[in-house]
């Protein structure tokens, strides 16, 4: 009988509608994906995610920032002690809407990932689609990539390109980075997960 190599436990960080969520959920649900969605965190009761997560028989869990006020990292200290307690050996945030601390990002260092739409480094930071319109771009997209201390700064993992069409506005080129975002974000995640693709020395490793 020859053994299966062991998925790596993964917990996926939301704060809202969770469709990236979902698209992993739906992903390590093939029988030779290389990571398990062991746990959903959410930093809001009111994500919607967390429904979607829990009728895929998904474990969740909510940790509330609010009652942590300021104290950024009391409240990451919340979800690391869940994320051990769940033996969770990697995170992938999908729309969480909090910026980390040093203090968890060096904990979790190449082993935390986020999607973010746009084609990095262009357009760290909020409203990506309104400002990718304004810029004038003909070509917007999304990346994967480690997560780092800086926001939106960390080495790319994977990018999908989509074309800036005319009469484009902020919903429209959001759907069609979304499109993309749901088959990317699988695919880098079983690459991390694989160790196909690793952080060394701050910098994307493959093999
Ligand atoms: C996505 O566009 C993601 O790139 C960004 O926030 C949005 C989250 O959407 N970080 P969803 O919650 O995955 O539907």
Do not use: K
Not at 175 to 195: H, I, K, N
Request: aromatic content about 4%.
């Amino acid at each position: 009988m020859s053994a299966e190599p062991p998925r790596r436990r993964t917990a996926i960080l939301i704060s809202g509608r969770g469709s990236n969520m979902a698209a992993l959920i739906a992903a390590a649900q093939g029988p030779d994906y290389p990571a398990e969605i062991a746990l959903v965190v959410a930093n809001r009761p009111d994500a919607g995610g967390l429904e979607r997560a829990r009728g895929e028989g998904v474990a969740t869990a909510c940790i509330d920032h609010r009652p942590f006020g300021r104290d950024r990292e009391a409240f990451e200290r919340a979800v690391d002690e869940r994320l051990r307690i769940d033996q969770i050996e990697l995170i992938a945030l999908a729309g969480f809407m909090r910026i980390l601390t040093p203090w968890f990002v060096r904990r979790w260092e190449g082993r935390l990932i986020n999607i973010h739409p746009s084609l990095l480094p262009l357009f760290r930071g909020t409203h990506t689609h309104a400002r990718a319109l304004e810029a004038g771009v003909t070509e917007h997209g999304c990346s994967v990539h480690f997560v780092v201390p800086e926001l939106d700064a960390g080495p790319v993992i994977a990018q999908a390109r989509v074309p800036v069409l005319p009469g484009d506005d902020e919903g429209a080129l959001a759907a069609r980075v979304l499109e993309q975002e749901l088959t990317l974000y699988p695919q880098a995640l079983a690459e991390v997960a694989s160790g196909r693709v690793a952080l060394v020395e701050g910098v994307v490793r493959r093999s």
